[in-house]
């Protein structure tokens, strides 16, 4: 195993976004490549939008992804707790020691100031940084406002000139300066800790070396993280900052585009490999054609060099398009078992053993998009049609149609009911499109959808001739 550690550091806020799924997937098929670590940290210092369902259904949607972890909150680890809720004495013991050494300083300063400091910024078309009042306060100044009850934050010390220089494996060197910066808080006047502080305690402690994350990161979060990583002494890890994900009119993805959250896109029926296959599709390719790859696929294939700097556009329809191939690439026992659920919740009465419908079920696999699909195709199976008014030519050729199917042994295979359809135009002495349609209408009450020699032999002779005999028994009462 390499020493390579990467990790998915999810707010529990909100459920698995398809956006943050794609981070998860990149991280975790980088270190699968690598034979590396794949760690799972939750980041829940928010206590006010943090919710344990929420984890839950973050930690459900990974693992159905695949995306199984090899330290995290569930399961411990070397580098435990892995929830952030979990480590503040850690983080506080760390901003002490930056207090301490005269790299971080205490701020007085209310949020009525900061705020007032900020819109005056604005109105200057200036961007708004803290303008470092109390940097400098002397120690009686600093225990004069302690006296009057003023629970101070943490500072760092951002130094004042200079520039950082990002080596990222993907944009290649990025340089910022410290004077677009300013002095972050690290610790709020409650000693929870900010995000910036708290991910750079964790990532050193846990022995993370590549943090590959969104691109979203880089302006805001990465240069003060860094400043965070050099006041402590620590060598950084290696960044890679993916491109964003965009809907097809460029803008930030959201609903809007069809991009939903993980368990969206489970509960409609969509393959935890059609996702991970269109996730690695998002800013990545395999520097050839091929776009349709299950996870051992991509394992195999993936390079972190061939991550492209410009944004990934997220089309639902190529989506749809990669689960049709997913779903139509599945033996008859696992389309069956993946569709009991979509079936049992449609109220269908499910025989878990029926292989009638395992057989219609994977017959007709090809032409779904998404699972959800199912029920209403293959309604005719469990729902008898509603009864409709024929006249006294379409009784002859449904008592016709009867006549033959009372011969049928019980059970016969697509082939036979093919050929059964395929004589009927020479025994009635029509052409298909004068029995097919009512037969169709008489079996399912549709006018189209699954092929005919399908639903006949799915049914199976009985439920034929039951259904046959419900429409002309209703044409005598009229």
């Not at 698995?16 to 590396?36: D, S, V």
């Not at 929420?54 to 199984?68: N, P, Q, R, S, V």
């Not at 890679?240 to 509960?267: F, T, W």
Request: hydrophobic share 35%; proline share 4%.
């Amino acid at each position: 195993m390499s020493n390579i550690r990467v990790r998915f550091p999810p707010s529990p806020t909100g459920f698995l976004h398809l956006g943050t799924a794609r981070t998860a997937i990149f991280n975790w098929l980088f270190a699968r490549k690598e034979k590396g670590v794949f760690v799972l940290r939750i980041e829940d210092t928010d206590p006010t939008r943090s919710k344990k369902e929420y984890e839950t259904a973050i930690m459900e949607d990974l693992l159905w992804m695949g995306l199984k972890w090899d330290e995290g909150p569930d399961i411990g680890g070397s580098y435990a707790p892995y929830r952030q809720s979990e480590r503040f004495a850690i983080y506080q013991e760390y901003a002490q020691a930056l207090l301490k050494e005269n790299k971080a300083y205490e701020c007085f300063c209310s949020a009525d100031y900061l705020e007032k400091e900020r819109e005056e910024a604005l109105v200057r078309g200036a961007i708004p940084r803290y303008n470092r009042r109390c940097r400098e306060l002397s120690n009686a100044e600093r225990v004069g406002l302690m006296e009057k009850g003023i629970v101070p934050a943490i500072r760092i010390k951002t130094p004042l000139q200079g520039e950082i220089i990002v080596e990222d494996i993907i944009r290649g060197n990025l340089t910022f300066a410290y004077q677009d910066l300013d002095d972050f808080i690290i610790q709020r006047s409650d000693k929870t800790p900010t995000y910036n502080f708290a991910v750079v305690i964790d990532d050193y402690l846990m022995k993370i070396t590549h943090v590959i994350r969104g691109e979203d990161h880089l302006h805001g979060n990465t240069p003060r993280q860094i400043v965070v990583y050099q006041e402590l002494g620590w060598n950084t890890p290696y960044f890679g900052h993916l491109p964003m994900v965009l809907g097809k009119d460029k803008s930030k993805l959201s609903k809007r585009h069809g991009a939903m959250g993980v368990h969206e896109y489970r509960e409609m029926g969509y393959l935890p490999q059609s996702i991970t296959n269109y996730l690695a599709l998002l800013g990545w390719s395999a520097g050839d054609e091929r776009e349709l790859f299950d996870l051992e696929e991509l394992i195999r294939v993936f390079d972190l060099s061939r991550v492209g700097k410009s944004p990934a556009i997220f089309d639902d329809e190529k989506l749809r398009w990669v689960n049709h191939y997913h779903i139509s690439n599945l033996n008859e026992k696992e389309i069956f078992d993946i569709s009991l659920p979509y079936l049992i919740r449609t109220d269908y009465q499910v025989d878990k053993n029926d292989n009638r419908l395992r057989k219609l079920i994977s017959s007709i696999k090809s032409s779904l998009h998404r699972l959800e699909e199912l029920p209403a195709r293959i309604r005719f199976y469990f729902k008898s049609p509603e009864l409709f008014s024929i006249s006294p030519s379409e009784r002859e050729v449904l008592d016709g149609v009867r006549k033959d199917v009372s011969l049928w042994k019980e059970d016969f295979s697509f082939d036979e009911a093919n050929n059964f359809l395929n004589d009927l135009s020479q025994k009635l002495g029509l052409p298909k499109k004068g029995y097919l349609p009512l037969i169709r209408k008489t079996l399912t009450g549709e006018e189209k959808g699954v092929e005919l020699n399908i639903i006949i032999s799915s049914l199976g002779r009985d439920k034929v001739l039951e259904r046959l005999d419900a429409i002309l028994t209703n044409h005598e009462k009229q």
